[in-house]
C-alpha cells in the first residue's frame, strides 16, 4: 500500500492544470466551497488522485469515473481489479492511500488549538473513551483527541460508514499506534477485522489508514507526491 502526501498549496498554474482534468462533477463540487483556497487544494487532491488512479488502471486521468456507494465512499466504476482508495485533505495536507484490492481509509486533521475536543468526543466517541480523554491533563488532551479522531474517520472511510458509527470502535485513546494493531471482527457489532495504524504526517498534524479485512500485517509505506506539469507524477 501506498500513503501519498500532497503538499497544499501549490501555485496557480499548477491549480489551473490539475482543473482541466477534473470532471464537469469534480469542479461542480469545488465551486461550492466559498474560499479560494478551499477550492484551489479541492482541485490540487483530486487532479492528483486522478493522475495517480489514471497511472496505475492504465487510463487517461481525465476518464477514470467514479460512483459511490450508500455513504458516499467512492469508487473506481466499470473496471475489474481497480485499485481500492481513500483521499483526504485539510489545510496545507493531502493525504493519499492506494492499494491493489483492499478496502482503505485515510484521515488527516490540522490540531486546531481551538477546537472543541471535549464537547465533540462526548457526541461522537463511547463514554469510556471520552472518561479516559478527561482523565488526561489538558495539555495532552488535545493531542489524544486528534489522534483519535483520524482513526476514527479513517476506519468508516475503510468501512463505508457514517458518523453515526464513529462510537462503536474503541481505537486506543491515548495510546500510539505508530507500529499499527489488528483489532479483532466483534461479530455481535457487525464489525470485521481491521488493520489500524498512525501515518506520521508533520508537526500539529494528525493522521491515520485503515485496511478492512486483511489476513497479514502490512506496514504502509509512506510516499511523498509532487505533480509536475506536463509529466504525470514524480515522487519518493
Known amino acids: 500500500m501506498d500513503i501519498w502526501r500532497i503538499n497544499l498549496p501549490q501555485p496557480q498554474n499548477v491549480v489551473e492544470a490539475l482543473d482541466s482534468i477534473l470532471s464537469i462533477e469534480d469542479r461542480a463540487r469545488a465551486a461550492r466551497y466559498a474560499r479560494p483556497s478551499d477550492r484551489a487544494q479541492y482541485k490540487v487532491t483530486h487532479g492528483a488522485l486522478r493522475i495517480l488512479l489514471g497511472t496505475i488502471a492504465g487510463q487517461n486521468p481525465r476518464a477514470v469515473s ?4 450508500k455513504n458516499g465512499k467512492p469508487r473506481i466504476m466499470d473496471k475489474e481489479n481497480v485499485p481500492r482508495f481513500s483521499l483526504s485533505h485539510t489545510r496545507d495536507m493531502g493525504l493519499l492511500a492506494i ?3 483492499v478496502e482503505v481509509g485515510v484521515d488527516v486533521e490540522f490540531q486546531r488549538p481551538d477546537f472543541p475536543c471535549l464537547e465533540i468526543a462526548d ?5 469510556e473513551e471520552s472518561g ?3 482523565a488526561l491533563s489538558v495539555e495532552a488532551q488535545r493531542g489524544a483527541f486528534f489522534a483519535a479522531w483520524v482513526r476514527k474517520e479513517a476506519w468508516i472511510k475503510a468501512q ?3 458518523l453515526e458509527s464513529l462510537h462503536l470502535l474503541n481505537v486506543g485513546m491515548g495510546q500510539s499506534l505508530r507500529e499499527g494493531r489488528w483489532w479483532g471482527a466483534d461479530h455481535a457489532l457487525g464489525l470485521p477485522a481491521i488493520w489500524l495504524q498512525d501515518v506520521d504526517v508533520a508537526t500539529n498534524y494528525a493522521g491515520a489508514v485503515v485496511l478492512n479485512k486483511l489476513d497479514k500485517p502490512v506496514t504502509p509505506l509512506l510516499r511523498y507526491l509532487e505533480w509536475v506539469p506536463g509529466s504525470h507524477y514524480s515522487g519518493g
Open 66 to 69: 467514479f460512483d459511490v456507494n
Open 99 to 101: 492499494t491493489p484490492r
Open 123 to 127: 457526541r461522537f466517541f463511547s463514554v
Open 132 to 134: 479516559r480523554l478527561r
Open 160 to 162: 463505508g460508514e457514517s
